[in-house]
């Protein structure tokens, strides 16, 4: 009876805690240096997923040495935030090659949850979170994908948590524009048995894109449906919980090359150039080098251009990132998630905008 009356008290203190936490702030973490990660606020942080791992034949697999000191020194983090979830991520952009064939094979999918399950416990890690882009439909050139994806996703998801439990996490990362949202899941079996959605709602406007526009828009303007606000209330509509969704922000720029000088660049015929790191947004797309700051009211959206250059740039900052998280909470989201943190300051960098902006707006529910 004590023990059953103590089980009882823990769960309630711990679903208290988590009332009180209110939103997870997941990130992502590509960095190369095991070091690196120590210099950032992990305090502000809920989960961090070790990105990436890739299969090995139908297993898991951590490919290098160094990924292993990297995760070692993720799950270290736990001393600093003991209440820190660590995850492995499979696949990302390029790197799910096999996904398709082999997760069409029961078999398959039991050995791979197998060994989910035996990493997280060689590691002492909290969980897996699922990038294969895309189940269903087109992703990564020449990578296979075939109609049966849905169902085969549907069916290792059962089987993750058939072998993981309750206890471990399971998320993955959807594409946040819509055909990827209409077509690539089967979303009510797979919500039952996830713990979240991780919703890449960047790269809305990408580097197959012909024209211009913002890659992360808060809101759809009259020129691009897409957007975290349409992303939401598609997945609302098809019975996706508010409470399992984790909204998507950028830590970098996207930079585009021969644009017109026309309404600051936005919605223009362009090329893409590159990517920009939050970090080096100071040095590289300064004032002082030409950039002009431009702010889109309707999406709720930065830009910037330069006329002498004709370079565009599309990106989040400070001011977007409060708003994406206020809206989060707002909506009763679960959470906001970014790529990647390794791009971030190590102070007053857009990780303590998302944690100011928490606070700001759990205290004023």
Not at 135 to 147: A, E, M, R, V
Request: charged content about 25%; proline content about 4%; aromatic content about 12%.
């Amino acid at each position: 009876m004590w023990k059953s009356l103590l089980a009882f008290l823990f769960c309630l203190c711990a679903g208290a805690a988590r009332a009180q936490q209110g939103l997870s702030v997941i990130a992502y973490y590509a960095g190369s240096n095991p070091a690196q990660v120590d210099s950032f606020p992990v305090e502000k942080l809920t989960h961090i997923i070790f990105s990436f791992c890739h299969l090995k034949g139908n297993e898991l697999h951590v490919d290098r040495a160094v990924d292993t000191l990297i995760i070692r020194k993720l799950v270290s983090l736990k001393e600093r935030n003991p209440n820190l979830k660590v995850m492995f991520s499979l696949g990302g952009w390029g790197g799910c090659a096999t996904c398709s064939p082999v997760f069409a094979d029961k078999d398959n999918r039991k050995t791979f949850a197998k060994s989910v399950r035996d990493l997280c416990e060689y590691f002492g890690a909290d969980g897996i979170d699922l990038d294969w882009e895309y189940p269903t439909i087109s992703g990564f050139p020449d990578h296979p994908y075939s109609p049966n994806d849905k169902q085969n996703f549907t069916a290792l998801v059962i089987k993750l948590r058939k072998k993981l439990g309750r206890r471990r996490e399971i998320s993955f990362a959807a594409g946040g524009f819509n055909q990827y949202i209409d077509e690539a899941v089967e979303w009510k079996p797979v919500m039952k048995r996830v713990d979240r959605v991780n919703l890449m709602t960047y790269d809305l406007v990408n580097g197959f894109s012909g024209s211009t526009g913002h890659h992360t828009p808060l809101y759809s303007t009259g020129k691009q449906i897409e957007s975290i606000d349409n992303a939401v209330q598609r997945l609302e509509a098809k019975g996706v919980p508010s409470a399992k969704i984790a909204i998507g922000a950028a830590f970098y720029g996207r930079v585009w090359e021969a644009v017109l000088d026309s309404n600051g660049g936005l919605y223009q015929q362009g090329h893409f150039r590159k990517s920009v790191s939050f970090k080096n947004f100071g040095t590289e797309l300064s004032a002082d080098s030409g950039f002009v700051y431009h702010w889109d009211e309707k999406a709720q959206a930065p830009y910037l251009y330069n006329p002498t250059q004709h370079l565009f740039v599309t990106h989040d900052d400070k001011r977007s990132i409060a708003l994406k998280t206020q809206y989060a909470i707002d909506r009763r989201l679960g959470g906001i998630m970014f790529w990647q943190l390794g791009e971030d300051l190590f102070t007053e960098g857009l990780l303590d905008a998302i944690d100011q902006a928490r606070i700001a707006g759990l205290k004023n529910k």
